[in-house]
């Protein structure tokens, strides 16, 4: 036998008190753990929804000549007649260190193009990446699916008089308008949208690209890390992250985190409190026991251990039992929060900090029962008798 | 040689505004291989005598000495390691812990040793057999007669083989028969030279004794030499 074999003992055969522990801490790990893989689940989700906000970083050609106003973003040196981006080079974006973040790459190439009765401003899209970045686009009819098909911003309909299923001709090529955007207030309206391909070449630009739109995901790394790794793996061309975007998204993951974490410290502190309370009135309730275990000789050492060994076992179970029971609780309720698009992960460092956050708030908040226990006169425990 | 030297032993108490003396002055000498009864009325200072036999509470003045040891210049450690050596206690009301068995409430004093798991239970059930236990090694104190655990009290005090018992009233709570048994395993451990010193009130046991002090008001009044007889069993 040994000073942990009366814990475990005291535990097995005085059930009562060790479930009364055991369950309101487990309800504190349960719920903080349901709190944070909520967030995390749902800060993950807001992440990809905060992408309909648009892209967070730009790629133009590296110029000093012309400036181009886009998308109410002013960019340093969009040339229209200098010097492209080589599209090939697009895929080295892939290679860089924190690729996992890169949600969409939207390469575009713009131009004045000749239309009946004036020149327009065409620009070549990926419909799907474009349309899929810029949900604020509202569409009636379709998107550019054939290399004849056009969509027109609101104001260029109007301008040139076009509606859907009429025809256009652009620099020579006739195309049918598949789509008309709904105004949007911004550049947008002015725009001819056709395929990247059949815009490069109606541009005499085969091959190249006058702006990238990059949508990266980076909740733990900041935005200025993946701008410099874009910059490295394209050395020839300017990149610039959108701070206002950026800080929008990162404000928002921020308030998630502070809120779960907030509520989560709360959490902690009633369950830590739990653990005194109990503790405290474990050690009044064995004070006798307490002044057996002095008197035949166990020093204060020992009886801060059997205190101590006694919250710690518990706080462990608490921990291990109210990570599964909160895990349990978020995969339970993400499918009630929202549309269901919020997935839980498994997260190791969330798993072993609940246990190990278990096991010290426990054994801290029965430090000073323990402590109390320790100090006790034999002959005070016993004349409790 | 004495075991025990007691000199100028003092203690008093503070309750609010009062001060209780419970022991003034005592001087006490007990030798090795004594059964010493310690008597008197409530209050006269008999447990506190214990108490502080047993290293439990500080003297007020005075020293106590056992085996060559002033036991109040330790630290509460090393007294706490002395009392694990030198004493063995056996308290009024059993003071059993409830949650344990009987092998394992034997076991308390050594789960603390460096004693090999096996040594500890061998040593245990040695004792629980010593005392008629044998086959309430795994029974808890509620599963056990009043007689019974009284007799756990006594194999826990023995496990560690100390110079020194201390039994504080081992039969008050006892009837007649019980209390009878009790003492004779009390006598039985006298004679192999086991050193005990009890505190009792009860007259009954006094036969049992072969040195007897009287105590009033925290002083001796009377002590008694006697050689140490087993008192005629009475007719069933």
Partial sequence: MRLETITFNNLKRRKGRAIFLLTGLLIGVATVVALLSLTNALAERARNELESFGANILITPRSDQLALSYGGITLGGVSLTAHEIAEDSLAAIGTIP?????????????????VAGGRALL????????FGLKKWWQLMGSRPEADDQLVLGSAAAARLGLAIGDTLDVSGKRFRISGVLQQTGSQDDQLLIARLPVAQRLLGKPGQVSLVEVAALCANCPISDMVNQISRALPDVE?????????TRMHAISQFRIFAWGVAGVVILVGALLVFVTMMGSVSERTREIGIFRAIGYRRSHVLRLVLVEAGLVSAFAGLFGYLAGVGVAVGALPLLGDGKA?????????????????VVGL???????LRASRLEPSDALRAL | MALIRISELTKHFVNG??????LHGLDLA?????????????????????????????PSAGKVEIDGIDLYRLSNEKRADFRREYLGFVFQSHNLVPYLTALENVMLPLAVGRMKDVEKKRFAAEVLERVGLKDRLLHLPQQLSGGEQERVAIARALVNKPPLILADEPTGSLDTTTSRQVMELFSELHREGQTIVMVTHNRDNLDWFDRTIF?????????????PETPARECA
């Fill in chain 2, 30 to 58: 007990i030798e090795e291989g004594t059964f010493l009864g310690v008597m008197g009325p409530s209050g006269s200072g008999k447990s506190t005598l214990l108490g502080l036999l047993g290293g439990l509470t500080r």
């Fill in chain 2, 215 to 227: 105590l009033r008001d925290g002083q001796i009044v009377e002590e008694i030499n006697q050689r």
């Fill in chain 1, 343 to 359: 997935v839980w992960h498994f997260d190791p460092l969330l798993a072993a900090s609940a246990l190990i956050a278990a096991v």
């Fill in chain 1, 123 to 130: 620009m070549g899209v990926d419909p799907e990446v474009e």
């Fill in chain 1, 98 to 114: 924190n690729n996992r973040n890169v949600a969409a790459v939207a390469p575009k190439v713009l131009g004045a193009v000749e």
């Fill in chain 1, 239 to 247: 990149v610039q992250a959108v701070q206002q975007v950026v800080k």
């Fill in chain 2, 17 to 22: 505004a009062d001060c209780v003396s419970a």
């Fill in chain 1, 364 to 370: 801290l908040a029965a430090l000073q029962p323990a």
